[in-house]
């Protein structure tokens, strides 16, 4: 079954998955047996986060409760966006999203600043990310294929799309 979330379940996800960064939060959402509740005060059992201290990335897998269980065949997946606090987010902005490698020129390219972030980029911790996930709803029995919404705000919201393009569950209800 594909219960899509509300726009305030999506937005309150993406807030949570700021909370996966140990550098914002001191204590960060990490998966446990115990659930996490959104500002509606639904359940989520948090299935798998990952806090990537080098790209910056930081993203979480969530199954919501449905009579009294997780649902793990309906699997959320929520990124956080850009931090602009945190340098290595900014990076992967003016180098990962095209149109930002036209402002930032040539200069970029000549310090390095490009291709660092070209080998230590988000979009490579999102994908791994991603794999994580679905090796753990696979070791539940589970498959990728329940892994059903996606959110992210700015940054979150790109590399979002990355699960759409490599998922085969791109559909209207993914988002």
Not at 105 to 116: D, E
Not at 159 to 174: C, E, G, M, P
Request: with cysteine; proline share 4%; glycine share 6%.
């Amino acid at each position: 079954m594909n219960n899509a979330l509300t726009d305030k379940q999506n937005s309150d996800l993406c807030t949570m998955a700021y909370s996966v960064d140990h550098q914002k939060d001191q204590n960060p959402i990490r998966p446990r047996k115990k659930p996490y509740f959104d500002t509606e005060n639904n359940k989520y059992e948090v299935i798998a986060t990952e806090d990537d201290q080098e790209t910056g990335f930081q993203g979480m897998a969530v199954a919501p409760y449905k009579h009294g269980k997780p649902d793990y065949h309906n699997v959320q997946i929520a990124i956080a966006g850009t931090n602009f606090d945190d340098i290595k987010d900014v990076i992967t902005d003016a180098t990962q999203i095209p149109e930002s490698r036209t402002i930032i020129g040539p200069s970029a390219y000549v310090y390095g600043i490009v291709s660092n972030a070209l080998d230590h980029s988000q979009f490579t911790s999102a994908d791994r990310f991603y794999n994580e996930t679905v090796n753990k709803l696979e070791s539940k029995g589970f498959s990728a294929s329940d892994i059903k919404h996606g959110t992210g705000h700015s940054l979150g919201g790109a590399l979002i799309f990355l699960f759409s393009r490599k998922a085969s569950f791109f559909n209207d209800n993914f988002f």
